[in-house]
């Protein structure tokens, strides 16, 4: 199993994987990492005479399958409390390996923090568990989504941790949201950026990050674990929701929406009312002086940065949108005295667009604006907010993957 987890896809070509291990400190260059050098590792590290980074390389560099005793050896070693600390510690500091060769995959440059998300993600379920139930452990995801470092994360890095956290909520929504998904009083909710609870605010500003799209949709509801079906979740999450609500997380993705279109088509599609009140970089990354479509749009990280940030803004909006929809409102008469309930029912109106569409109709309002720098190559804000709203609709016409 480990063996497909680790070794099945990143075979060194032409020599290079032994080049980069050779040439990484601490890292066996010569001896091929089989099933007894894992084993002489677990040995060493419970031990304490490896370091858990070595361990970690080691099983990156496997290229047999491991028996099923070692693997859960490995399960039961690396899942307690003090080594998943140690392990989202590696996870989460994690940087690119000065020596990996240029041009390579991605996991040969982060092969330590690669396998840590793998194990978390994919490996025994006691990694997941173990991050559920433990609120230190979780709040360590809070800690690394800060609002201060979103425009200078590694982006890897912060792909490799939200999976890690895609997959621990996907298995245990409810102890995912209880710690991470608090309600806010009406303070907080007044100055979400001061807040050390606004975990999905915070959350939006890494929007650009494709797997964070992917997983402020589930803080609603989660797939189904029986149903292959596209529109078959698991029951909502009421904390996820009320969560969601308020941080105001369709004010936030439409804010976001807006930065990207600002700086990717600057003060072009700003009205004088607009431009008094926000700041507008000085050059606009898809437009020049005379407001013309650069040749080359995407050619620069930054605006690939930037069109990433709009389109994942508007998938967010859609996936929210989808499970708010085929979730039946509470009953009128249901007793709802617990503040959490009586919170539920205001959030799941307040996320759906159709009852609160002021933040959907500002992007749409935008994206209309970008409608005459349109050709093929470049971004189209407008089409991506209209499978929005064909996506919502969609939902009207009883589709054949409705559960």
Same mark, same amino acid.
């Given at each position: 199993m480990l063996k497909s987890l680790f070794a099945g896809g990143h075979a060194p070509e032409h020599g290079a994987g032994k080049a980069h291990a050779a040439s990484s400190p601490g890292v066996p260059g010569a001896e091929p990492v089989t099933v007894p050098v894992i084993k002489r590792d677990l040995l060493k590290y419970q031990l304490g005479r490896l370091p858990l980074e070595r361990?970690?390389?080691?099983?990156?560099?496997?290229?047999?399958?491991?028996?099923?005793?070692?693997?859960?050896?490995?399960?039961?070693?690396?899942?307690?409390?003090?080594?998943?600390?140690?392990?989202?510690d590696l996870l989460m500091h994690g940087m690119r390996e000065p020596n990996a060769p240029k041009g390579c995959a991605e996991r040969e440059a982060y092969r330590v923090p690669w396998v840590v998300s793998v194990l978390i993600k994919d490996g025994d379920a006691a990694f997941r568990s173990g991050i559920a139930l433990d609120a230190v452990l979780l709040k360590k995801?809070?800690?690394?989504?800060?609002?201060?470092?979103?425009?200078?994360?590694?982006?890897?890095?912060?792909?490799?941790?939200?999976?890690?956290?895609?997959?621990v909520l996907k298995e245990h929504p409810e102890k995912v949201c209880s710690t991470l998904c608090p309600m806010l009083n009406d303070a907080e909710r007044a100055n979400l950026s001061e807040s050390e609870n606004a975990f999905a605010a915070t959350l939006s500003k890494y929007i650009h990050v494709y797997f964070v799209y992917r997983?402020?949709?589930?803080?609603?509801?989660?797939?189904?674990?029986t149903s292959r079906k596209r529109y078959a979740f698991e029951a909502p999450s009421k904390r996820g929701v009320v969560h969601l609500f308020h941080c105001d997380i369709l004010g936030q993705l439409n804010q976001q929406f807006r930065h990207a279109l600002v700086a990717l088509y600057g003060k072009a599609i700003l009205t004088e009312v607009e431009l008094d009140a926000q700041t507008v970089p000085p050059r606009a990354l898809l437009l020049d002086e005379q407001n013309n479509l650069r040749s080359n749009v995407l050619d620069s990280e930054a605006t690939c940065r930037e069109v990433n940030r709009l389109e994942n803004a508007v998938k967010a909006v859609t996936e929210i949108q989808i499970r708010v929809l085929l979730t039946p409102?509470?009953?009128?008469?249901?007793?709802?005295?617990?503040?959490?309930?009586? /919170?539920?029912?205001?959030?799941? #109106?307040? &996320?759906?667009? @159709? $009852?609160?569409?002021?933040?959907?109709? =500002?992007?749409?309002?935008?994206?209309?604006?970008?409608?005459?720098?349109?050709?093929?190559? /470049?971004?189209?804000?407008?089409? #991506?907010? &209209?499978?929005? @709203? $064909?996506?919502?609709?969609?939902?009207? =016409?009883?589709?054949?993957?409705?559960?």
């Open positions: 361990l970690l390389v080691d099983l990156y560099e496997l290229r047999e399958v491991l028996p099923n005793d070692v693997e859960k050896n490995v399960a039961s070693m690396l899942s307690k409390h003090k080594e998943l600390v140690n392990l989202l995801y809070v800690e690394f989504f800060s609002e201060s470092r979103a425009e200078q994360c590694d982006e890897v890095i912060a792909s490799l941790v939200t999976r890690t956290l895609f997959s997983l402020l949709p589930k803080m609603v509801r989660v797939r189904s674990r409102p509470p009953p009128s008469n249901e007793p709802s005295s617990l503040p959490l309930q009586q /919170a539920y029912k205001r959030a799941i #109106a307040g &996320l759906n667009i @159709l $009852t609160n569409p002021t933040p959907f109709l =500002d992007m749409l309002d935008l994206a209309m604006r970008t409608v005459r720098w349109h050709s093929p190559g /470049a971004p189209s804000p407008l089409a #991506a907010v &209209l499978s929005c @709203l $064909t996506s919502v609709y969609q939902l009207f =016409d009883d589709p054949t993957d409705l559960d």
